[in-house]
C-alpha cells in the first residue's frame, strides 16, 4: 500500500499549508498515540520527547503535536532546539515511548516536517508510518479520548548538555583536537549552540558560521546543501578543515584546506577503511543508498569491503544495517550512520570520527578524506505537475535505453523525490560526455512528459 502522508524521511511541506497546519499536526499526534502508546502494558511511562530545529514554525507544530499527545493521556517533554539525532538518543535514555522532531531538515524555513522515533530510538517502518495514516485516514471522534486521563508538560533542561556528552563518547576518553583548526557551519539550525561549543571543548581553534538563527535562516546560503561560505571561511581563516551541518544536524558534509567539498562518500570509505582495518566493520560490509557513486563500490570491493545498496533515505540505511547487523552506513549526501553508536544519521557523531581520523593521520584533510577517485556522476532535477511523468510508457522505453547505452560502464538512476514534486535524473559511468548526453536526454523526454 503506497503511503498518503509520510515521504523518504516523515511528513512534511509548506508551514500553515496541509499537511503542516495545526490541525493536521494534532491529528498525526493523536493517532501515533492511538496505535504506538495507548493500550500498551500500562506499567509504561506513556511520555513523548519532542523537539525542534530553528524555524519559526517549530513553535506552532511543537505545540499542536502536544496538545494532540496531552488530549491522549501521554506526558510530554519538550527538549527546545535540538539536532535529529539527538531526539533519536534521548527517547531512548528517557525511555520515551516515543520522539517526535519537528524539522525540514535542509528545506529552507518556509517547510517544516515531523519525524517520528519508535521507543528504540529508530525511525518508524513504513508499515508503522501506515498504521498511523489508516488511523487519520478513516477519522476518529470523541470516543479515542479520555476525560480522567491527560497527559502532563515538562521541558528538559539539559537536552544539549546530555547529547554532547554523548557525542564526545565517540572518541576515545583522553583523545582531543588541539592543533586543529577547524571552521564549523551549523546552518542556523538545531546545532547552532552545540557544533561550536562541542568542539572548543575538545581543544580545537573553532571559527563558527551559520550560527546565528532567526526563525528564518536556516539552511539559507550556508549549510551542507550550500558550502560556498564554508569553503571561502576556510581559505580566508588558513583553517585545516570546515564542518557543515544541515538544519536540523543529522548530516555531514567536509571541506577540506583548500576549501573542496568531501562528500558523504568519501567520508563513509574513509571509515570504512579505518574500521575495516580495527576489526570494526561487520561482516566486511558498508551499506549506501543507489545514489553512491559506482566509483566508490569498485573502490571498496578492492580493499575486500562489500557495499550494499538501499533506497534513498538512511531510515533504509539503517533498517538494512539491522537486518544484517552492519556497523556501517550512510549517504552520499552526508547522512552517515555509525552502528555501535547511533539509530540514525548524525553529523556531530560523524564529524568526531572524521576529526579523530584526520588528526591521527597527521595529512593535510585534501590528501586524508579524498581516498577514491569518483566515476563522473550528473544528477538533474525536472519539476512536474499532476501524476508522476514515471508512469508514462515512453518515459519507461527511454529509461531502459539510457540503462542498456551505459551497461557495463556506468548505470541509470531515475526516481521521484520522496519530498518535492521533483524527478530525479542521475547517471554515472567512465565517459562524463556519455554521461552527460544520457542525463540531458532523459530529462529532456521527462519534461515534456
Known amino acids: 500500500m503506497k503511503k498518503k502522508y509520510f515521504g523518504t524521511d516523515g511528513i512534511r511541506g509548506c508551514a500553515n499549508k496541509f499537511p503542516m497546519t495545526i490541525d493536521f499536526a494534532q ?87 515531523i519525524k517520528i522515533f519508535g521507543a528504540d530510538g529508530y525511525k518508524l517502518s513504513d508499515a508503522k508510518e501506515l498504521e498511523i495514516e489508516d488511523f487519520i485516514t478513516k477519522g476518529f471522534d470523541d470516543s479515542v479520548f479520555d476525560d480522567q486521563s491527560l497527559g502532563k508538560a515538562s521541558r528538559l533542561d539539559d537536552a544539549l548538555g546530555r547529547y554532547t556528552e554523548y557525542v564526545k563518547s565517540a572518541v576515545p576518553r583522553f583523545f582531543d583536537f588541539s592543533g586543529l583548526k577547524i571552521v564549523v557551519d551549523a546552518a542556523n539550525g538545531a546545532a547552532y549552540k552545540i557544533a561550536p561549543k562541542l568542539l572548543w571543548e575538545l581543544e580545537a581553534e573553532v571559527i563558527a558560521i551559520g550560527d546565528k538563527p532567526n526563525g528564518r535562516n536556516i539552511n539559507d546560503g550556508c549549510g551542507a546543501t550550500n558550502t560556498k561560505a564554508l569553503s571561502e571561511a576556510v581559505v580566508a581563516h588558513q583553517a585545516d578543515i570546515g564542518i557543515a551541518l544541515d538544519g536540523d544536524a543529522d548530516r555531514l558534509i567536509v571541506v577540506d584546506e583548500q576549501g573542496q567539498i568531501v562528500d558523504g562518500d568519501q567520508l563513509m ?60 552506513g550512510g549517504e552520499q549526501s552526508g547522512h552517515i550512520i555509525l552502528g555501535h553508536h547511533s539509530t540514525t544519521g548524525d553529523g556531530m557523531l560523524a564529524a568526531m570520527k572524521v576529526l579523530q581520523y584526520l588528526k591521527q593521520s597527521g595529512q593535510k584533510a585534501s590528501a586524508a578524506l579524498n581516498v577514491f577517485t569518483p566515476f563522473p556522476q550528473i544528477l538533474k532535477n525536472v519539476r512536474y505537475e499532476g501524476a508522476s511523468p514515471l508512469e508514462q510508457d515512453r518515459v519507461k522505453k527511454a529509461i531502459n535505453d539510457a540503462d542498456q547505452r551505459l551497461a557495463g560502464s556506468g548505470r541509470v538512476l531515475v526516481r521521484a523525490s520522496g519530498t518535492e514534486p521533483l524527478i530525479r535524473v542521475m547517471a554515472e559511468g567512465r565517459d562524463i560526455t556519455e554521461v552527460s548526453a544520457v542525463v540531458d536526454g532523459l530529462c529532456e523526454i521527462i519534461a515534456a512528459a
Do not use: W
Not at 63 to 89: E, N
Not at 272 to 290: F, N
Open 27 to 113: 491529528k498525526v499526534a493523536v493517532a501515533a498515540a492511538a496505535r504506538m502508546i495507548v493500550g500498551k502494558d500500562q506499567i509504561q511511562t506513556k511520555r513523548v520527547l519532542i523537539g525542534k530545529d530553528t524555524r519559526e514554525s517549530g513553535y506552532m507544530l511543537e505545540q499542536a503535536l502536544a496538545s494532540g499527545f496531552l488530549a491522549m493521556g501521554v506526558d510530554v517533554i519538550l527538549s527546545g532546539p535540538i539536532p535529529t539525532p539527538a531526539v533519536a538518543m534521548l527517547t531512548r535514555s528517557l525511555r520515551c515511548d516515543m520522539g517526535i522532531m519537528v524539522s525540514a531538515s535542509h528545506n529552507p524555513y518556509y517547510d517544516n516536517g
Open 269 to 328: 570509505s574513509v571509515l570504512a577503511l579505518e574500521m575495516h582495518r580495527h576489526g570494526e566493520l561487520a561482516h566486511d560490509t558498508m551499506v549506501a543508498t543507489v545514489m553512491s557513486n559506482l566509483g566508490m563500490e569498485y573502490f571498496l570491493a578492492e580493499k575486500g569491503i562489500t557495499m550494499k545498496r538501499t533506497a534513498v533515505g538512511d531510515r533504509y540505511v539503517m533498517e538494512e544495517m539491522r537486518a544484517g547487523d552492519y556497523t556501517l
